[in-house]
Nanobody
């Protein structure tokens, strides 16, 4: 009933920028909240940024000041703008989204994007 498609990953040099997107389609009335996670090889998945329905945005200390999350509500798409990237940012990035479903009385759906690889070279 809801599909999430991530895009925007790739290879970038240290100091460069990338913008990830996570688009929700299907029975989507609106996106309630979204989190961005990443998982590096051999490491646990970590929370990078989160955005609540109240409009609060929180970032991990390791990306604060470099990453910015924002959304386009008309397109039901959320973005993660990554600047001044470092090799330590290399990971698979995932969006986790909760949406309010069309046609339901407060019914929500939560799901994960398929992941997109980000590699930062030295």
């Amino acid at each position: 009933q809801v599909q999430l498609v991530e895009s925007g990953g790739g290879l970038v040099q240290s100091g460069g920028s990338l913008r990830l997107s996570c688009a929700a389609s299907g029975r989507v009335d609106r996106i309630n909240y979204v989190d961005w996670y990443r998982q590096a090889p051999g490491k646990q998945r970590e929370l990078v940024a989160s955005h609540t329905i109240r409009g609060e945005t929180n970032y991990a200390d390791s990306v604060k000041g470099r990453f910015t999350m924002f959304r386009d509500n008309a397109k039901n798409t959320v973005y993660l703008e990554m600047n001044r990237m470092e090799p330590a940012d290399t990971a698979v990035y995932y969006c986790n989204v909760e949406v309010l479903l069309v046609g339901g009385i407060g019914e929500t759906w939560n799901g994960w994007g398929q992941g997109t690889q980000v590699t930062v070279s030295t």
